[in-house]
């Protein structure tokens, strides 16, 4: 299997970003979605080798407060915090342009550093992205009541962490959770902390949504409790050039829930 290679690069405010990086040929990147323990590896374990397989050179960014990257407490983790310092360190692993593929917080970065650097975007790759209604709408959906955890705290252990994770997919896929994702996730959460989430700050980007240009596939699962799917009527109304596909029994990761369909898909989709 291809290896992955990683760099890290020191970004505005000292911070430092931690880049993976496999493959050859036309660039992806990968921008994972938030919670305890996330990171580029474990978001697209199932997903990366394809592309790599494909002809793509894939990149695994860990963003701001997650993975590898620089985890600072007592500040606001603003959408545009964590657009600036993964756009800054991609520029520094010398990214030109690149298709993005982005799931929940990551759909929300994916958007605005299209909006914010709409020559550096090719295409885009959204799974069930956020930020595209208002913050406190989020707040409302069932699956941010059951992420109320032990996060941050030392009583956080493997089984919080396997049924936090257990939250984000529909209840049939949960038994095939790997213990490797589990375990992954785990060793990031514990060095994270609570501000990540705590003080995360995102705005609505779905006003904005028709300044984007370039072409855009949107993948949802009907049952996602996270970000509501009507979320793909948002594109759709706002006259982007988009395709949207909607997966029943599938719940906020289709990435994951869906791999074979979703690799297949987007795929195709990059290729044109």
Request: glycine letters at 10%; a negative charge; hydrophobic letters at 40%.
């Amino acid at each position: 299997m291809t290896e992955l290679s990683t760099a890290t690069y020191s970004v505005a405010g000292g911070y430092d970003i931690r880049i993976a990086d496999a493959g050859a040929g036309p660039v992806v990147v990968f921008i994972h979605g938030s919670g305890p323990g996330a990171s580029g590896a474990s978001n697209f374990r199932d997903n990366w080798p394809v592309f790599v397989e494909a002809g793509y050179r894939v990149i695994l960014p860990d963003l701001i407060g997650y993975g590898a990257s620089s985890k600072p407490e007592g500040i606001d983790y603003t959408l545009q915090l964590f657009t600036d310092t993964l756009y800054e360190a991609l520029r520094a692993h010398g990214i030109e342009k690149a298709m993005l593929v982005g799931n929940s917080l990551g759909g929300g970065v994916a958007i605005q550093m299209t909006l914010d650097h709409p020559e550096f975007a090719d295409k885009l790759v959204l799974m069930a992205p956020g930020c595209i209604e208002e913050q406190a709408s989020y707040f409302t959906m069932p699956g941010i009541a059951k992420m109320v955890s032990g996060f941050g705290s030392p009583d956080f252990n493997l089984d919080e962490q396997r049924r936090l994770v257990s939250n984000l997919v529909h209840p049939s896929f949960a038994p095939r959770i790997p213990d490797a994702l589990v375990q992954e996730r785990f060793a990031v959460a514990r060095t994270q902390p609570k501000d990540v989430l705590a003080r995360m700050r995102t705005p609505n980007l779905g006003p904005r949504l028709g300044e984007i240009e370039q072409p855009i596939l949107v993948l949802w699962g009907l049952q996602d409790e996270f970000c509501p799917e009507s979320g793909a009527r948002h594109f759709l109304d706002a006259g982007c050039d988009v395709r949207t596909m909607t997966f029943n029994h599938v719940g906020h990761w289709v990435q994951v829930e869906r791999a074979d369909e979703f690799n297949r898909h987007s795929i195709e989709f990059l290729r044109g």
